[in-house]
Each structure stands twice: as structure tokens, then as C-alpha cells.
């Protein structure tokens, strides 16, 4: 299996690489869109902001390349809100893959932004191993997606959101599987599988 990680300026790469190492899972880190249309599954992981990220993507055309790939693509943090139609971080505009908007958390007294921490998975449906269900996962962020029609697992802090998503090719995690310990390690191998 060729397995493409996308190179660009938000990508949370390195940890990711050593978690696929981990798993014995060969990989290609790369913008080149022809390696990354020939592989077999793909991953758009990220840390950053939105709109600077949307606008590299754009400058270079990977926001054109990554919605029209048919094989299974897996967005990792930013990546899974990049994926959506809209974000409120900085009124950016993404990729619409998913049709949702991307909203800010807002502070509770007894709950700071970002969420930074572990918390568990309730599943939903679909691609994620039954395992997972109640496993604790690691997150990182200050927007999120709300409850859809498309998500497949959701975390509760401030509200209910989605920690996981899924529509035809495209799946993605709010959270880091790479840093999620064996829950992270089921993630991928979940979509290793699909």
C-alpha cells in the first residue's frame, strides 16, 4: 500500500511520521500532486491557523488537488476543519468538503480555550473500530465542528462537537491519533482499513 502524507506549511508531520513508523507503515511525505493522486490512501494533517493555511494551499493548488482525490483521505486536527465549508478563525474560507462551519469555542469559567487535553469518544457510526468507543484521545484546539449528520464520533467540552467525521472518501479527527497513545493507534489503523 502507498500511503501519501501532504507536505505543506501546517502540516504536523514529524509526529505523524513516527507514529506510522510505529505501525510499519511505509509512507511518502509530499506536494507532488502526481504522488500523491497514484496513492492509495492519503493523510492532511495540520497545526495552525486557517486562513494562512488555506491561502499556502490555494497559492500552490492543493486546496483543487485535495478535493477531487477518490481515494480514502484522512484530515488530522486543522486538516478535518480545513475540510469543512467555512471557519470562524479569521472568517477563512475552506475547502467544503464537508458542509459545515468551523466555530470558536467560547471560555466557561471553569473551562479555558483551547481544549487541551484527553477526553473520551462516543462513536456514532461507521469507519472507527468498536474499540475506540469511550477511549480517551488526545486534543489540541480552539475551534471546532458541531454535531453533523456526518460525524462519527463526538467529545463533549463546552458543548458537544465532532471528534470524528465522515462523508464518501473524505474522514478526519479533531483529535491526534498520533499522540493518542493505542486509541491513537486504532484510529489509524481504522483508516488503514477503509
Known amino acids: 500500500m502507498k500511503l501519501a502524507i501532504i507536505k505543506y506549511n501546517a502540516g504536523n508531520i514529524q509526529s505523524v511520521s513516527f507514529a506510522l513508523e510505529r505501525l510499519g507503515i511505509d509512507f511518502n511525505i509530499t506536494d507532488n500532486p502526481e504522488d500523491i493522486q497514484k496513492a492509495d490512501k492519503v493523510l492532511f494533517p495540520g497545526v495552525g491557523e486557517a486562513s494562512t493555511t488555506m491561502n499556502y494551499l490555494r497559492s500552490r493548488k492543493l486546496d483543487q488537488l485535495i478535493t477531487s482525490l477518490k481515494q480514502p483521505v484522512l484530515g488530522i ?3 478535518m ?3 469543512c465549508k467555512y471557519s470562524e478563525e ?3 474560507t475552506c475547502l467544503g468538503i464537508f458542509g459545515e462551519t468551523v466555530k470558536q469555542f467560547i471560555p466557561q469559567s471553569d473551562m479555558k480555550v483551547p481544549h487541551m ?3 473520551n469518544l462516543s462513536l456514532t457510526n461507521g469507519w472507527l473500530d468498536p474499540a475506540i468507543e469511550s477511549q480517551f ?3 489540541v484546539h480552539s475551534y471546532y465542528v458541531p454535531v453533523n449528520e456526518n460525524t462519527s464520533a463526538i467529545t463533549e467540552y463546552i458543548n458537544p462537537f465532532s471528534a470524528a467525521m465522515h462523508q464518501n472518501n473524505f474522514y ?10 493505542a486509541t491513537g493507534e486504532l484510529v489509524l489503523k481504522s483508516f488503514l482499513k477503509v
Do not use: D, I
Open 81 to 83: 476543519q480545513l475540510m
Open 117 to 119: 487535553g484527553w477526553n
Open 137 to 139: 484521545a488526545y486534543f
Open 90 to 92: 479569521n472568517n477563512t
Open 77 to 79: 486536527c486543522l486538516g
Open 172 to 181: 478526519a479527527v479533531q483529535f491526534h491519533p498520533e499522540k493518542s497513545a
